[in-house]
């Protein structure tokens, strides 16, 4: 296997690292300040103005969609040092390149399984970031880690299928410009357990969907929301199903790989961010004569840090391969296994940094606090650690029976 950059992932990521250095992280401060004017009231979820700056500049350069093959001709492993440097700046620099959670999800889920209505109706304006999305499969009133779960009833009725049910955790759904929901539910409670659930669009403005409330992840309430919403006879049109009925549970499945690898790569660049910030704040700080970067113990934090980085990243760029060799579903003992690494690497670098930076290092002053609140998140996101723990497990057993 060789990870040697590319001349195209060399040229994609050099551009993106500039365009983080010029224009993303100098508009963060931008950013943060318009959101906290509005914050508690109804503009509270609006998108500050500067993003929609940010993505005109990021078309000019070249830099969109590339997280999707068919769009930017990159491969995964290609991709993976871009995305990398997005995770530099989470908030903002995935979503002026079009390659943000959970529409990347969504716009893959689309390109494999919708129909040519459908992809025009949606893929094609998520694709320009016109609109957003949201992926609505989690229930609170159930362990939504195991899939089949799930009690979102699906029913046909006539030419349409009607909707009843919960869903929490619905990222993105606060944003005005989400416009459309893929939901999971149960069409035939009766078939084996993998064949029961089937996905199907639902636009944001079918009567019957209600957005409960947002959700803020360790008191952080994101732009784009995560949200309880209410199903309640939603009917929609049956040729609105995305694949076949029973077909729900492969589709996450296809949908979730490259999703959560997505997540990986940015989550090392948080890592880099937070060991970044570690140094500086070292180097700057004296404490009992002299600089926090000559003592020791700071030193085994930045050591262990830079060690911990590397190795998720080396299984990242392996995973990465692997999917452009044999697809999502060859690699999914290493997809599983990087979901648990690089979020807990992340936590990890991120307290020490937090440590290293005293006070100012819980305090919004710097971005640590909410690095560190999300990247607590991923580890829970797209299937909590134990689930992939066991995934790996069983490979490991299969392989050796």
Known sequence: MDFAPSAVADDYTKRMRAFL????????????????????????HDLPPVVETLKAEARERGLWNLFLPAESGLSNLEYAPVAEVTGWSPVIAPEVINCQAPDTGNMETLHLFGTAEQKQDWLTPLLAGEIRSAFA???????????????????????????????????????????????????????????????????????????????????????????????????????????????GFAIAQARLGPGRIHHCMRLI?????????????????????KPLAAQGVVQEQIAESRIEIEQARLLVLKTAYLIDEVGARGAASEIAAIKVI?????????????????????????????????ARALRLADGPDEVHLRSVARQEVKSRS
């Open 137 to 247: 499969m989690t229930e609170p009133a159930v362990a939504s880690s195991d899939a089949t779960n799930i009690t979102t009833s699906i029913r046909r009725d006539g030419d349409d299928y009607v909707i009843n049910g919960t869903k929490w955790w619905i990222s993105g759904a606060s944003d005005p410009r989400c416009q459309i929901f893929i939901v999971m539910g149960k069409t035939d409670p009766e078939a084996s357990a993998h064949r029961q659930q089937s996905m199907i669009l639902v636009p944001r403005d079918t009567p019957g969907l209600t957005i409960t409330r947002p959700l803020p992840v360790f008191g952080y309430q994101d732009q784009h929301g995560h949200c309880e919403i209410e199903l309640d006879d939603v009917r929609v049109p049956a040729s609105n199903l995305l694949g076949e009925e029973g077909g």
């Open 269 to 289: 660049g948080m890592a880099e961010r937070a060991l970044d910030a570690m140094v500086r704040r070292a180097n700057d700080r004296v404490a009992f004569g």
């Open 21 to 44: 250095d010029e224009s993303i992280l100098p508009a963060e401060a931008e950013y943060d300040a318009w959101r906290e004017e509005r914050r508690g009231t109804p503009a509270e």
């Open 342 to 374: 690089c979020p807990r690497m992340a936590c990890g670098v991120i307290d020490r940094a937090i440590q290293v930076h005293g006070g100012g290092g819980v305090s919004d002053d710097f971005p640590l606090a909410y690095a560190y609140a999300w």
